[in-house]
């Protein structure tokens, strides 16, 4: 798979579920050390849609994700809240 095919799936996970852990996308993409650097770097610093927690886990921050994780509304000071 190219590079920018596992950004792109990477992107639509992350926007579903709000976060996925680095040994999830090793397994699930085949991918060595240096590509889940690479795609970090790319998620993280270069479009800043993601950050790092903790060394072990990519967390959507490029606005709410749409999943189970993100079943949260706003109350009326325009605070997320959970249901």
Known sequence: M?????VAHTLAWLQRDGRVSYRALKRE???DDE???????E???????????NGKV?????????????KRVKDEH???SSW
Request: no cysteine; glycine share 10%; net charge negative.
């Open 2 to 6: 190219k590079f920018s095919e596992v």
């Open 29 to 31: 993409f085949d991918l």
């Open 35 to 41: 590509f889940l650097e690479d795609l970090k770097a």
């Open 43 to 53: 998620l993280i610093e270069a479009k800043r849609l993601a950050i790092d927690e």
């Open 58 to 70: 990519l967390v959507w921050v490029g606005g709410e994700p749409e999943g189970e994780t993100a």
């Open 78 to 80: 325009g605070q997320w």
